[in-house]
C-alpha cells in the first residue's frame, strides 16, 4: 500500500459513546488501561485525531490573534526540522488550532511531533503562524478533506506505515467512508450514562453524501473482567 496501515481504535460505554461522565467511573478503570495498553501494543508511530479531540485536550486552544503575514505562501506541504519518529496528526482543516510548539509531550505519551492536515483555503497568516511556532503541515483538498491524499502524504513525506485513528466520531467516519480503515479496535467499559449528546464511535458530517452501511468481519473478542475487547477488519 502507498498509506499507512489504519486501525481505528476506541473507547466506548456500553451504550457505544466514545466520551461522557461514564468514564469516571472506578469500575471504568480496567478498560481505560486495557485502552492505554492497547495503544502501545499496536505499535503505531503516528496517532491521528479530529478537529474536536484536539481542541479538548491536545492543542494550546485556538489560533487567536496571529500576527498577520504580508507575503503570499504558496500550497505546497510543509516538513518543519525534526528529530522525532513519532507523530500526533492534526486534522484541522479550516486551520483554527493553536500551538506553542511544533512537538505534544502530554497525558503521559511520548514526546510527538505536530503534522497539520488542511484544506488549501487556510490562510497565509496560520501557514506562517504554523512555521514560526515548528509544525509540519500537508494539504488534503481544496474544498473537502480527502483521506486517500492525507494518508499518501503521511506515508510518503514521514514514512507513517502503522496510524492510530484514535479521536472523533466524525474522523472515524470519514476514513470509514473513504475506505480507509483496516482494522477496527473497541474496548468497552462496563458502563453507560445515558448522555444522548455525548459523541458516538461513528457519526457522519451533515455535509457528507449517504453511502451504503460500513460492513466489519470480527477478528477476535476477548474479555478482561467486566472489559470486552472487540476486534473487526474492514470488508472493502
Known sequence: MNRPYVICHVLTSVDGKIDGEYMSAPECAE?????????KEFDCSAVLYGTTTMLGGYSDGLALNIPRCEDKISREDFIAPNDEKNYIVSVDPKGVLGFNSGHIENKNRPRAHVIEV???????DYLAYLRNVGASYVFAGIDGLNCGLMLE?????????????????LMNWSLVQDNMVDELSIVIAPAADGNSEAASIFEKADFLPEKKPAVFKIKGIRQIGDTVHLQYVFER
Open 31 to 39: 478498560a481505560l488501561e486495557e485502552y492505554a495498553r492497547l495503544r
Open 118 to 124: 488542511l484544506l488549501e483555503t487556510v490562510s497565509d
Open 153 to 169: 502524504k503521511l506515508y510518503r513525506l514521514f514514512g507513517i506505515e502503522r496510524l492510530l485513528a484514535a479521536g472523533g466520531g
